[in-house]
Nanobody, 111 residues
């Protein structure tokens, strides 16, 4: 059974950076497309970034040029490097693969 555990959230000032991590307990990690989603209060959950097994990446328009998704197949980890953070990036961030979701990690961007 796939389990996903996120970490790395916190409080950061506008313009700051955070790196989120997601540890995946899967047998063959390299087979999986990995996603980062986020959900702000009162908003629908939205796809932020995606990385496929062949390392193709996709980003929401709102984070292009600021966020970078990456993966370490040996460690079974996926990362989300978030730079130039804005207050509107405040949300709970979730790691996802297939129908499996992590528990989420809170990111708050505020001065």
């Amino acid at each position: 059974q796939v389990q996903l555990v996120e970490s790395g959230g916190g409080l950061v000032q506008p313009g700051g950076s955070l790196r989120l991590s997601c540890a995946a307990s899967v047998t063959i990690f390299t087979f999986y497309t990995m996603d980062w989603y986020r959900q702000a209060p009162g908003q629908q959950r939205e796809l932020v970034a995606q990385i496929t097994p062949d390392l193709t990446t996709n980003y929401a328009d709102s984070v292009k040029g600021r966020f970078t998704i990456s993966r370490d197949n040996a460690k079974k980890m996926v990362y989300l490097q978030m730079n130039s953070l804005k207050p509107e990036d405040t949300a709970v961030y979730y790691c996802r693969t297939g129908d499996r979701w992590g528990q989420g990690t809170q990111v708050t961007v505020s001065s």
